[in-house]
């Protein structure tokens, strides 16, 4: 009930088009998802995050869809730019202190020019 | 602005050394602070939290130990490191409040010998 399950493992866009990862959860204690973005060899980078009240958050050309009958969320990336490659993670956590994000295993995306 | 440092960046050690691992947060005060440690293709696993000077949780029994003997750093140590111990070890901070993102450093890359 802790696991958070990421798809797909990678994904292949051309540039310009629409890159969407998924992530489903189990545990309704969950209030928080954000989605960090990883280069390699750097630490995770907080990119949006969204809580259950609304279905969808945008910024700039990233945006969270968020389904919380189905308990399901995914990114969705506009206008996929080369510079957009890297490793993304879907995270969860009923947001209190001390307790961890749990992280789906990330998806791998690759833009190709 | 809040800044997260740790060091070293990489680090290369023999099976049965001992380890010492630094996080230092600045421009905040009371963080909750967090090690991970990620694994290819696994997400990142929590390993240790804390919430003030001297408390420490473990979420995974382990050849590992963190301590916490400043408000701002957090160390992560072993006496005998193992070659399981390999992996990318990140230091996170959050607010006190828990209700915020959590904030990642740039890791450090340990390898065993």
Redesign the interface.
């Known amino acids: 009930q802790q696991q958070v399950k990421q798809s797909p493992q990678s994904l292949i866009v051309q540039k310009g088009g629409i890159s969407i990862i998924n992530c489903a959860y189990e545990n309704t204690a969950f209030d928080y998802f954000p989605w960090y973005q990883q280069f390699p060899g750097k630490g995770p980078a907080l990119l949006i995050a969204i809580r259950p009240d609304v279905s969808e958050k945008k910024e700039g050309r990233f945006t969270i869809s968020f389904n919380k009958s189905a308990k399901q969320f995914s990114l969705h990336i506009m206008d996929s730019q080369p510079g957009d490659s890297a490793t993304y993670f879907c995270a969860a956590t009923p947001n209190q202190a001390g307790t961890a994000l749990i992280f789906g295993k990330g998806t791998t995306l690759s833009v190709s020019s | 602005s809040q800044t997260i440092h ?1 060091w070293p960046a990489t680090l290369v050690q023999p099976v049965g050394s001992p380890l010492s691992l630094e996080c230092t947060v600045e421009g905040t005060s009371n963080p ?1 602070l ?1 090690w ?1 440690r990620q694994a290819a ?4 696993q ?1 390993l240790f ?1 804390s ?1 003030g000077i001297g408390q420490i ?1 473990s ?1 995974v029994p382990q050849n590992l130990s963190a301590s916490r003997p400043q408000d701002r750093q957090f160390i992560l140590s072993s006496k005998k490191l193992l070659l399981s111990d390999s992996g990318f070890y ?1 230091c ?1 901070w ?1 607010d ?12 450090t ?1 340990l390898s065993i010998l």
């Not at chain 2, 293709?41 to 990142?44: A, D």
């Not at chain 2, 006190?96 to 890791?107: E, M």
Request: proline content about 3%; hydrophobic content about 25%.
């Open positions: 740790q909750n967090y991970y293709g696994r997400g990142l929590l939290y919430v949780s979420e990140l996170a959050e006190r409040d828990g209700l915020g993102p959590q904030h990642f450093g740039d890791g890359r």
